[in-house]
T-cell receptor, first 118, second 112 residues
Framework: NAGVTQTPKFRVLKTGQSMTLLCAQD?????MYWYRQDPGMGLRLIHY???????AKGEVPDGYNVSRLKKQNFLLGLESAAPSQTSVYFC?????????????????FGPGTRLTVT | QKEVEQDPGPLSVPEGAIVSLNCTYS??????FMWYRQYSRKGPELLMY????GNKEDGRFTAQVDKSSKYISLFIRDSQPSDSATYLC????????????FGQGTILTVHP
């Protein structure tokens, strides 16, 4: 049981290049998320998915696209990388912890991808 | 004003001390709170979560919520050097598909 895995671990891009970050989870979780973490900013939600084939925007979605073709995978794409996208990217997945109110979700994170855009 | 505010520290304490980590939040329409621990260059690890109306204890860790002052706390008893990490508080709402809003994180160092 690997939990949440991310590929690649590190990447350096030139401005204008594109790339895709892959997230995979083996916990059969319905919900998946992409965050970026920057110094002094905490974790900020980029996009999320509530199920296979569905995605939605988070707090900072500009410049990113996502796809969830399979329940276990969530891809984050950068079509034209910019230096402002230099960050550490984390994928997470979650499941509902119960049906009693208040509803809550346990969210588990991957190890992260360090991206530098020059 | 950020929805979740957390003093970034850094906080440095001697081994064995009781550590108090705190966050404030500005929107009361949130029903549960989480604490994550993040070691350097690693992903956040879920420590514990509490509902807005209660406290929770797990070993050396106690999470506490004060709704009247919109204040959440994590206490670490008998702190160890292995507790040295960044601690992130987060809040969630039951109707929001598990989306969390995070504080900036507090850097904690426990020295022997």
């Amino acid at each position: 049981n690997a939990g949440v895995t991310q590929t690649p671990k590190f990447r350096v891009l030139k401005t204008g290049q594109s790339m895709t970050l892959l997230c995979a989870q083996d916990m059969n979780h319905e919900y998946m998320y992409w965050y970026r973490q920057d110094p002094g900013m905490g974790l900020r939600l980029i996009h999320y998915s509530v199920g296979e084939g569905t995605t939605a925007k988070g707090e900072v979605p500009d410049g990113y696209n996502v796809s969830r073709l399979k329940k276990q995978n969530f891809l984050l794409g950068l079509e034209s990388a910019a230096p402002s996208q230099t960050s550490v990217y984390f994928c997470a997945s979650s499941t509902l912890t119960g049906l009693a109110e208040p509803l809550s979700y346990e969210q588990y994170f991957g190890p992260g991808t360090r991206l530098t855009v020059t | 004003q950020k929805e979740v505010e957390q003093d970034p520290g850094p906080l440095s304490v001697p081994e064995g001390a009781i550590v108090s980590l705190n966050c404030t939040y500005s929107n009361s329409a949130f029903q549960y709170f989480m604490w994550y621990r993040q070691y350097s260059r690693k992903g956040p690890e879920l420590l514990m979560y509490t509902y807005s109306s209660g406290n929770k204890e797990d070993g050396r860790f106690t999470a506490q919520v004060d709704k009247s002052s919109k204040y959440i706390s994590l206490f670490i008893r008998d702190s160890q050097p292995s507790d040295s990490a960044t601690y992130l508080c987060a809040k969630g709402r039951g109707t929001s598909y598990g989306k969390l809003t995070f504080g900036q994180g507090t850097i904690l160092t426990v020295h022997p």
